[in-house]
Nanobody
Framework: QLQLVESGGGLVQAGGSLRLSCAAS????????LGWFRQAPGKERESVAI????????YYADSVKGRFTISRDNAKNTVYLQMNDLKPEDTAVYHC?????????????????WGQGTQVTVSS
């Protein structure tokens, strides 16, 4: 089990950028795929970006592809989400989560550990 703490959220104007960080405790960080999920008011939680254990492969939702970049630094037990060209529809609470599944697990139920989330608000 990992404990995950997100940071880096805030208020930004459309077209701006934010970099989210998720710091994990534990010494088995490299045994987990890491994902970023978001949930907007009145909407279901959706996957945004996922990265495999080694960072060899990634997944992005169509809505963020080309704008967001997920990366990880296993030496620092940290996963990042660089968000560029932000849009108002990106407004949501962003959570990082960890999965013991191999590859690129896309479903929320495949993730065992979740952070508390960080708010991202994009003004028009």
């Amino acid at each position: 089990q990992l404990q995950l703490v997100e940071s880096g959220g805030g208020l930004v104007q459309a077209g701006g950028s934010l970099r989210l960080s998720c710091a994990a405790s534990g010494r088995t960080f490299s045994s987990y795929a890491l994902g970023w999920f978001r949930q907007a008011p009145g909407k279901e939680r959706e996957s945004v970006a996922i990265i495999t254990r080694t960072g060899y492969n990634t997944y992005y939702a169509d809505s963020v592809k080309g704008r967001f970049t997920i990366s990880r630094d296993n030496a620092k037990n940290t996963v990042y989400l660089q968000m560029n060209d932000l849009k108002p529809e990106d407004t949501a609470v962003y959570h990082c989560a960890a999965s013991r599944e191999l590859g690129l697990p896309r479903q929320a139920y495949n993730y065992n550990d979740w952070g508390q989330g960080t708010q991202v608000t994009v003004s028009s």
